[in-house]
C-alpha cells in the first residue's frame, strides 16, 4: 500500500428502512379511510459498522445476498442517508455502483459522458478532451451520438466504467456490476485494476468472486446480518464466506448399496491443522475421511474413496485393500477411518466425497456404495478444467519442409 494515511473511516454506522405495511394507491382509498394511519415495519440493514481504509488499499467487501454490501457502498458513496454514526473521506469519489445511475437514457452518450465526468470533478473542457479516449476504452465510438435508452446493458457498464477510471478519483466505489460485461470487457477490467492498484489508488470492492478478492485485495471484509463478521487477509475472509455461504445448502446426497455387514458412519474433510471444514482454498492442502462400521465379520475387506464433480464425472480415487493396505479382517463391531491427504488442485466449485466397501479378493462383491456421502466447496482458481496439474509448457519452432521430431 502508498500510504498509512486513512481514505475512509466509517465509525458506527446504522442504517434501516422504513417498509409500509399497506399502501394506498387512489383517491377512493383516501376518501374512505382519511384518518387511516400509514404503519411501518423498521428493516434494520447495517449495525454499528466501524473500519477504515487506508490510501492505497485495494479493499474488497463481501457477504452473502442481503448481507448490507451495496447498501454500505451507496451510503458512503452518499446515495442513502445513515441514520446514526459518521462517514469521512479524503479525496475526490467514483462510485460505480448500479447501472445506469447517473445516466440520463433520453440523452446521447456524448452528453451523458460530459455530464458524469463534470459530477466526478472534471472541467467541462477536461471532459470533452477525454471523451474520445473514454469511448474507444469502452470500445463505443460508433454510438457516440446514440441515446443511451437504445443502448444494452453491457454497453452502458462499459461505458460508466470508463468514464470512472478516466475521471482520476482518489478513491473507487465498484459494485459487482461488471458481472454484466463480457469475458472480453472483463478482461480489460482486470488490466485496469492491475494498474490501478499498481498507482496506489484507493479501491472499495464488493463481490461475489472470491477469486478476485485474493488477487487483487490487500484486505478484505465480511458482512452477514448487517454487522461486520470478519476483517483481514482475503484469504480468511474468502475462507469464512464460502463457509457461510454452503453451510445452509442441503447437498444431494445419494445413498446407494448398503449391506448388513457395514455402514458409513462419517464423511468430512479436514485442513491442514486438522479443523473440520467444508470448504477448501486451490493450493492448500486437504484431508478427506471416511469412517465405516462392521456390523459382521467381512473377509478380505477393501475401501475405496473418490471426489467427483456437480455432473457426477469422478475427479480421482484412491483405496486400500487386504493384500496391500494390510487392513485384514473385519470383526464384529469393529471401526475404521480411512483418509486422503492431498494438495487441492480443483477448480472452483462444489465436489462430493463418495465411498466404498468391497469385499473379496477380487473385490467384486459390495458392501456399501455411496457416492455422495459429503460434499465440499473448492475455491480461489476457476480454470476451464475440472483439476490444474502442475506443468511446464515449451513452444518449438520449425522451419518450412523440417519434420516434426
Not at 65 to 90: E, V
Not at 109 to 124: E, K, S, Y
Request: charged share 25%; hydrophobic share 40%.
Amino acid at each position: 500500500m502508498a500510504s498509512s494515511q486513512v481514505a475512509i473511516r466509517v465509525h458506527q454506522l446504522d442504517k434501516s428502512f422504513r417498509l409500509p405495511k399497506y399502501r394506498m394507491h387512489t383517491l377512493k382509498e383516501r376518501a374512505i379511510h382519511p384518518f387511516r394511519r400509514h404503519r411501518f415495519d423498521e428493516f434494520h440493514v447495517l449495525h454499528g459498522i466501524d473500519f477504515e481504509v487506508l490510501e492505497g488499499e485495494f479493499f474488497g467487501i463481501v457477504g452473502r445476498n442481503g448481507s448490507g454490501k451495496s447498501t454500505l457502498l451507496k451510503c458512503i458513496a452518499g446515495i442513502y442517508r445513515i441514520d446514526s454514526g459518521t462517514i469521512h473521506m479524503a479525496g475526490r469519489l467514483s462510485p460505480f455502483i448500479e447501472l445506469g445511475v447517473g445516466f440520463n437514457p433520453d440523452l446521447p452518450a456524448r452528453d451523458n459522458v460530459t455530464i458524469n465526468a463534470v459530477m466526478m470533478g472534471l472541467t467541462p473542457r477536461e471532459a470533452r478532451d477525454r471523451f474520445d479516449e473514454i469511448m474507444a476504452f469502452g470500445e463505443l465510438e460508433r454510438f457516440a451520438d446514440t441515446k443511451l435508452k437504445n443502448y444494452s446493458s453491457g454497453m452502458q457498464v462499459r461505458l460508466a466504467f470508463s468514464v470512472m477510471v478516466h475521471s482520476d478519483p482518489d478513491v473507487m466505489l465498484i459494485d459487482e456490476v461488471l458481472a454484466v460485461g463480457d469475458a472480453a470487457f472483463q478482461q480489460k477490467c482486470l488490466d485496469v485494476f492491475y494498474r490501478l492498484r499498481a498507482e496506489g489508488k484507493t479501491i472499495v470492492l464488493v463481490t461475489h468472486a472470491m477469486g478476485l478478492v485474493q488477487q487483487f485485495c490487500h484486505r478484505a471484509m465480511m458482512l452477514s446480518g448487517g454487522e461486520i463478521t470478519h476483517i483481514g487477509l482475503p484469504g480468511e475472509v474468502a475462507r469464512a464466506y464460502m463457509s457461510e455461504n454452503f453451510r445452509d445448502l442441503t447437498s444431494d446426497v445419494r445413498v446407494g448399496i448398503t449391506a448388513e455387514e457395514v455402514r458409513l458412519t462419517a464423511a468430512w474433510m479436514t485442513n491442514a491443522t486438522g479443523e473440520r471444514v467444508d470448504t477448501v482454498a486451490y493450493g492448500d492442502m486437504m484431508r478427506l475421511h471416511v469412517a465405516v462400521e462392521a456390523l459382521g465379520p467381512i473377509k478380505t475387506p477393501g475401501i475405496a474413496m473418490w471426489l467427483s464433480s456437480e455432473d457426477g464425472v469422478r475427479v480421482f480415487s484412491a483405496g486400500a485393500r487386504e493384500d496391500g493396505g494390510g487392513l485384514g479382517d473385519f470383526e464384529r463391531g469393529e471401526r475404521m477411518e480411512f483418509s486422503i491427504e492431498a494438495e487441492n488442485r480443483l477448480s472452483a466449485g462444489r465436489y462430493y466425497l463418495g465411498c466404498t466397501v468391497v469385499r473379496g479378493t477380487a473385490g467384486l462383491e459390495a458392501l456399501l456404495f455411496q457416492d455422495r456421502a459429503a460434499d465440499i466447496v473448492s475455491y480461489g482458481v476457476s480454470l476451464d478444467s475440472l483439476i490444474g496439474i502442475d506443468h511446464t509448457v515449451s513452444v518449438t519452432r520449425l522451419r518450412a519442409g523440417e519434420p516434426v521430431r
